[in-house]
């Protein structure tokens, strides 16, 4: 049971590039989440999918697209890559409300 | 919007002692709190889970309680080991949306 996967772990990219974060959780999780965390400032939603085939912003969408592909998959997709997007992004996941959040390792991005 | 804040923000004890830290949420109209724990380059794990209806709940030497009027939950850890050094951070859920303090950076000495 390999829980909530993340890839890749370490990313480098370029001003502009663009990449994409992949998720998958194992374990029938109805809700998906996408964080980043910098120092300083916690976590911070950028969006999350309550349930497959729905998508919602949280706090700090902007420069970030999502798709819930399938129960399992929740992808990050930065289209033209910032410094200011420089970060370590968690993808999560919930089976219901009231349950516990589990997370994935998480990807370290940095953008030059 | 919920703020969740965690003091201290960083904390060091010898081995042995028994701590407590705090965290302390601006709005009580919460579905649960849940405290994580987080290893230097390791994602998050849920330690103890406490619904809006709870008190406190327990696990091992870990001890979490709720106290929604005054918006407030407090992590006990008693006994105190080295393996018990990281961040420990807390998220109160509204039934939509998690909100993170910015955690408190544990180190215990041997």
């Known amino acids: 049971n390999a829980g909530v996967t993340q890839t890749p772990k370490f990313q480098v990219l370029k001003t502009g590039q663009s990449m994409t974060l992949q998720c998958a959780q194992d374990m029938n999780h109805n809700s998906m989440y996408w964080y980043r965390q910098d120092p300083g400032m916690g976590l911070r939603l950028i969006y999350y999918?309550?349930?497959?085939?729905?998508?919602d912003k949280g706090e700090v969408p902007n420069g970030y697209n999502v798709s819930r592909l399938n129960k399992r998959e929740f992808s990050l997709r930065l289209e033209s890559a910032a410094p200011s997007q420089t970060s370590v992004y968690f993808c999560?996941?919930?089976?219901?409300?009231?349950?516990?959040?589990?997370f994935g390792s998480g990807t370290q991005l940095s953008v030059l | 919007k919920q703020e969740v804040t965690q003091i201290p923000a960083a904390l060091s004890v010898p081995e042995g002692e028994n701590l407590v830290l705090n965290c302390s949420f601006t709005d009580s109209a919460i579905y649960n709190l849940q405290w994580f724990r987080q290893d230097p380059g390791k994602g998050l794990t849920s330690l103890l889970l406490i619904q809006s209806s709870q008190r406190e709940q327990t696990s091992g030497r870990l001890n979490a309680s709720l106290d929604k009027s005054s918006g407030r939950s407090t992590l006990y850890i008693a006994a105190s080991q080295p393996g018990d050094s990281a961040t420990y951070l807390c998220?109160?859920?509204?039934?939509?949306?998690?909100?993170f303090g910015t955690g408190t950076s544990l180190t215990v000495i041997p």
């Open positions: 999560a996941s919930l089976r219901v409300r009231g349950e516990k959040l589990f």
């Open positions: 999918s309550a349930s497959e085939g729905t998508t």
């Open positions: 998220a109160s859920y509204t039934g939509n949306q998690f909100y």
